[in-house]
């Protein structure tokens, strides 16, 4: 009997709920919500980081949405939360704006989902696939 952790219904939830994470920060990064645009000015990437990154998400977002290109999705999704959580460490702090680390938190969620998703996702990956069986 497989594990819970490997159960096909919680890696598309997983995938799920790191595609709505993600794209619901899509509306805020590209409408400049007074929120993004603080913190793209603070990493001093005010416009074109906001945007660059949004068209980035938008990318993975789209990746995670097929099957066969999930793995790729997750490992955007990794490297991206990587990049922003290391951001707040560094230059914004774990609150931002009084939103209480509800940024940071969903960031370190979206990491460790995506590395859940990479792990899942392994025999799919080129090149490690060749290394793992």
Known sequence: MKS?????FLFHLIR??????IGQTLYF???GSEESIYI???LAMEPWGRLGLAVLETICVTLLLFPNLVWLG???AFNLMLGAILSHFVFLGIVVMGDGGLLFGLGVIILLFSIYLLYYERNKIPYLKDFIQ
């Open 40 to 42: 793209f000015t603070t």
């Open 74 to 76: 997750a490992l955007f």
């Open 4 to 8: 819970i952790l490997f159960h096909p």
């Open 29 to 31: 990064k590209y409408t």
């Open 16 to 21: 799920i709920l790191v595609i709505l994470i």
